[in-house]
């Protein structure tokens, strides 16, 4: 038998993992509230797409260099606030992103003025205006008015009208009109080819979500999270043992909130794929987590007596090649698209690999340590119901410092 | 255990075979221009011994362009109606019962009626004894008026009533559209979604879902002279040289000789405009102050002219009863055609044919030997199409005439989509875009090409390193990883799942961690070795200990993908069904795969492994 191969972490590795936890984990408190705090709208706020925020969104090409701030100036004069204008992708594919009104919602001072200026030409019955809709006004009349007077007036009170729909009356023979504003992409891409004919701008994708859709997908994706989060903590728990559970819970929340510290730090767009990558990453995090638990499993087996903290720094070391290199193939994995992706394609593989790391990271210094933690309370906590019986047993734990 | 690498290698075999054989529709299908994919050239492509032909990789409306829509019904409004057409049911009732009451309005935003009444007790125990109070309470009495609302029940029944019938509706018009694979799907909040790949026109697409396509019809009172006073107060259209194009600005009066039931003839007064804007101002200022509006509406219809342009269309009003004799509900079945009778100004043009249902038909039966003689307007969407003469009983076949003035194919087009809405019935309650995702047919070819070389880079660094890392064993992991996405691809082909650019990225992910499984195997075959187990023993060996580290590993990620797959739409669920096939094929092979490669390759006493 030859035996020739090498190993990325020497057979015999001896790092303390298990004593430099306190270290790790006032560490990790410290980024992951630093994340949480930057996710605060207040203070700073995650760049939520189209998917989350509403509004739209579309990708330009042109087939010569345009200037960004001369798109952004047209979509202004076009009576839009709050465009954003990058470049999407290489410099030299003239690629913009264009992203108009992140809360694409009228609000009521918007819904007062429209109704005011038409109710000060037109003799309005009743009117009705529903903010989950966000975009849309319910008009009644005595007497009907023509629809292109009826957007003259609203589009006098400065709000874009993308048409006025005569419907069917409540009551029999008589007509309602809806105005619906927005229609923002459609505006956009008339004026842009215009504007820069010679450019030939090209619109290859038009995302348009209302705002309660957004807020819909925004609460279903937290929803979504945390029930992957806590059927796996779940399945865990059956696995192993419940009192593994804790560690791997912690674990979860660590990588997830550092995969959001991605999206929350760059600023990059936070969309549904990115939702995938941080449900994703709860998935594959564990697996580390698992390799661990289960060498410490066999080796509670294997050395009976010996003190929990140990046990979990042998395991640790003994796991440490593989957890590397299987986070390391996964991340390779990643390059090509690291390399060749653009937009939601790169964000995906680069937070996707922040979240790897962090799943390594948090198996050795956060997971793992963490279940001596929760050994030590149970422990303490069974010697203070034994009462001062006797001095409480030496809990596991304290040999690890060699 | 001694022979049984035996029969594992041919199930490896055979699970490769049946891969290669599963995709073999897919090959062509790719092979194709995409122009070509959905037409017979692909179809007759299919070798006659490969798997249907139906069964094929498909590309995501992210990577082959299309529309997707979301579409809100406002259910809202449709119980405003629905109260609103109660409160007239209510107010004929108790006419007929002779309760006496002052008026049955809406109230409350519209979601009550609200009788007004001077006998609050007899109303309420009238209309709840006669079976509306199968349907309705009355929440009270106030200010003379006794208000009735829907219970609860019975509008949530109705709500969703509504959108079922939306969807209905909308998955009738794109099936008669003739897209090639429409995804039309219910969703929570009153929403349905529209997928409609390698479709290119939003707007035609948004026009013709969101048409409410309500047909009525009514019957003209040419009878009634209401309008007559206005030819002392309008310019009359006819000039000097009689009826001509552009007619005055703002509108004039005409008149046209209609034969009544009794057999005499009148000159009903009507009338005119440019525009329909213009008609309507002028109808909303002259016209409405001299209607009762409980009987009477103005309807407006289309006409034309010759001109020097060929012919120039023109608005008219038409005087009707405001009754809706009846809808397009009874509608069976609709038609395009071309008008071959010899009317004069009829022929040639286009119309469309409708047959009613059974029901629809003797309701038509009995409004038409009503109103024999007199005119009956047909309207689409608030708008006259068309009034002719009740001639004889009409009973399941009419027609619509279109009006004239444009250019006949264009006119012909139209016809084709009303007689498609028709027979795809009407939409309850409008319906609002609420998402909408449009991807150009340019992009998705460029995002597959960077998708496939991003994807081709990470298996073969992935590919690389293993062989770099395990030699021998890395080999077989490498083949086994091949397999893997030859498997993944195999069953996404199979099942009919489409590949977005998600999924893309979750493909390459999949292969990434599966290789995971083999880094756990080889370490543990290693450290096996290392404390001196023979080769056999310690592949044994290696291969049972990781067994439930491998299954637990997987199934986490699995619990991911799964809810993932709840929870997202379109490419992101593309992302999430791939993950999963991939976390399922990896599985089987790198543990049943593997394995058996490793135990063939050292079956003999003398054999080496390369760890």
């Not at chain 1, 729909?165 to 927005?182: C, H, K, M, Y």
């Not at chain 1, 998935?283 to 698992?290: K, L, Q, R």
């Not at chain 1, 394609?345 to 933690?373: E, K, N, R």
């Not at chain 2, 002392?232 to 000039?239: D, E, H, K």
């Amino acid at each position: 038998m030859r035996f020739k191969s090498f190993d990325i972490v020497p057979h015999g590795t001896k790092i303390d993992f298990v004593g430099k936890r306190r270290i790790a984990v006032v560490l990790s408190l410290i980024v992951n509230a630093a994340i949480l705090l930057w996710c605060v709208p207040a203070i700073h706020g995650l760049n939520f797409g189209v998917d989350f925020a509403g509004g739209t969104e579309m990708e330009v090409k042109f087939a010569k260099p345009v200037d960004p701030g001369a798109i952004r100036n047209g979509i202004e004069d076009l009576g839009f606030k709050g465009a954003s204008v990058q470049t999407y992708g290489a410099e030299e594919e003239h690629t913009f992103l264009i992203r108009v009104e992140r809360i694409a919602l009228m609000s009521d001072e918007d819904v007062k003025r429209v109704v005011d200026a038409v109710q000060a030409r037109f003799p309005v019955e009743s009117w009705s205006f529903n903010p989950e809709i966000g975009d849309k006004i319910d008009f009644q009349f005595k007497q009907p008015p023509a629809p292109q007077e009826l957007q003259a007036a609203v589009e006098g009170a400065g709000i874009g009208v993308r048409e006025v729909r005569a419907e069917q009356g409540l009551a029999a023979g008589t007509r309602s009109f809806a105005v619906i504003t927005q229609g923002i992409g459609e505006k956009i891409e008339r004026d842009l080819s215009t504007r820069f004919a010679e450019a030939k701008p090209e619109v290859r994708r038009v995302e348009y979500v209302g705002p309660a859709v957004g807020r819909e997908l925004r609460n279903q994706g937290v929803k979504a999270v945390l029930y992957a989060m806590a059927l796996i903590v779940v399945y865990i728990g059956l696995r192993f043992d419940f009192r593994f559970s804790p560690g791997v819970i912690i674990a979860l929340l660590h990588d997830a909130i550092v995969t959001l510290g991605y999206f929350a730090f760059t600023g990059r767009e936070f969309n549904l794929t990115s939702i995938a990558v941080v449900l994703t990453i709860v998935g594959y995090s564990v697996n580390d987590t698992v390799v661990i638990y289960d060498r410490v499993r066999e080796n509670q087996a294997k050395y009976k007596g010996r003190p929990l903290a140990d046990i979990v720094n042998l395991s640790i070391n003994e796991t440490l090649g593989r957890t590397f290199l299987t986070s390391f193939a996964t991340a390779l994995s990643l390059v090509g698209l690291l390399v060749y992706g653009v937009g939601t394609l790169f964000d995906f593989a680069a937070a996707m690999l922040v979240g790897i790391i962090s799943g390594t990271y948090s198996t050795w210094y956060i997971a793992a340590p963490m279940t001596i933690w929760f050994e030590d309370l149970a422990a303490k906590k069974k010697a203070r119901a034994a009462t001062a019986a006797a001095a409480p047993s030496a809990p596991a734990g304290r040999a690890a410092q060699k | 255990m001694e022979r049984s690498w035996y029969w594992r290698v041919a199930l490896v075999v055979a699970v490769t075979l049946f891969s290669l054989w599963q995709l073999v529709p897919s090959w062509f299908y790719f092979k194709l221009p995409p122009e070509e994919r959905t037409t017979e050239a692909y179809e007759r492509a299919v070798p006659g011994w490969a798997p249907h032909s139906a069964k094929h990789l498909n590309l995501g409306l992210d990577l082959q362009g299309g529309i997707h829509l979301s579409m809100g019904v406002d259910v809202e409004r449709a119980v405003k109606a629905k109260v609103a057409r109660r409160a007239d049911e209510i107010a004929e009732f108790l006419k007929s019962k002779g309760v006496p009451f002052e008026s049955a309005t809406t109230t409350a935003g519209g979601t009550r009626v609200a009788v007004k009444t001077d006998a609050p007790d007899q109303v309420k125990s009238t209309l709840l004894d006669a079976g509306y109070g199968d349907e309705m309470y009355s929440p009270g009495t106030a200010d003379g008026a006794v208000t009735f609302a829907f219970k609860d029940t019975v509008l949530r029944d109705f709500q969703g009533k509504a959108v079922e019938q939306a969807e209905k509706t909308i998955r009738n018009r794109v099936d008669k559209w003739g897209v090639s694979e429409p995804d039309i799907k219910r969703k929570a909040n009153n929403q349905i979604q529209i997928q409609l790949p390698g479709f290119k026109d939003p707007e035609k697409a948004k026009e013709l879902l969101g048409r409410t396509a309500q047909l009525e019809f009514k019957i003209a009172d040419d009878e009634n002279p209401a309008l007559d006073p206005l030819r002392q107060q309008l310019t009359p259209c006819a000039g000097p040289d009689g009826f001509q194009v552009p007619l005055p600005q703002g509108g004039c009066w005409t008149s046209e000789t209609i034969e009544l039931p009794n057999g005499s003839a009148r000159s009903v007064t009507m009338l005119t405009a440019n525009t329909r804007p213009e008609l309507e101002k002028l109808i909303q200022e002259k016209a409405a102050p001299l209607l009762d509006p409980q009987k009477n509406v103005i309807g407006i219809g289309e006409d034309s002219v010759p001109s020097a342009a060929g012919r120039t269309p023109y608005y008219r009003t038409y005087l009707l009863r405001a009754k809706t004799e009846l809808t397009g509900d009874y509608i069976a079945d609709a038609r395009a055609a071309i008008d071959q009778s010899q009317q004069f100004g009829q022929q040639g043009r286009p119309l469309v044919q409708f047959t009613m249902s059974a029901e629809g038909g003797r309701l038509m039966q009995k409004l038409t030997s009503e109103n024999l003689r007199r005119r009956m307007a047909t309207m689409l969407d608030d708008k006259v199409e068309t009034a002719p003469y009740i001639q004889g009983e009409i009973s399941t076949n009419g027609q619509i005439t279109l009006g004239s003035g444009r250019n006949p194919q264009e006119m012909f087009e139209e016809a084709n989509e009303i007689a498609l809405v028709l027979k795809a019935g009407a939409l309850p309650a409008p319906v609002t875009i609420s998402e909408e995702r449009t991807v150009g047919a340019t992009l998705g070819p460029e995002l597959v090409k960077r998708g496939t070389v991003a994807a081709l880079v990470g298996l073969g660094l992935v590919l690389l390193f293993m062989l770099f890392y395990y030699r021998g064993s890395g080999l077989v992991a490498d083949v086994a990883l091949a397999l893997n996405g030859l498997l993944v691809l195999a069953i996404m082909a199979m099942i009919g799942t489409t590949l977005t650019l998600p999924g893309i990225a979750g493909f390459v992910l999949t292969l990434g961690m599966a290789v995971d499984a083999n880094v756990l195997i080889n370490e543990r075959i290693r450290e096996e070795l290392r404390a001196g187990k023979t080769i056999k023993v310690a592949l044994q060996q290696g291969y049972d200990k990781v067994f439930w580290t491998i299954v637990d590993s997987h199934v986490t990620t699995l619990v991911a993908a799964l809810v993932l797959m709840n929870y997202g739409s379109g490419p992101v669920r593309g992302f999430a069904v791939t993950l999963t096939i991939g976390l399922i094929a990896s599985m089987f092979t790198s543990i049943v795969v593997t394995r058996a490669i490793m135990e063939y390759t050292t079956r003999h006493e003398t054999a080496r492994l390369s760890v």
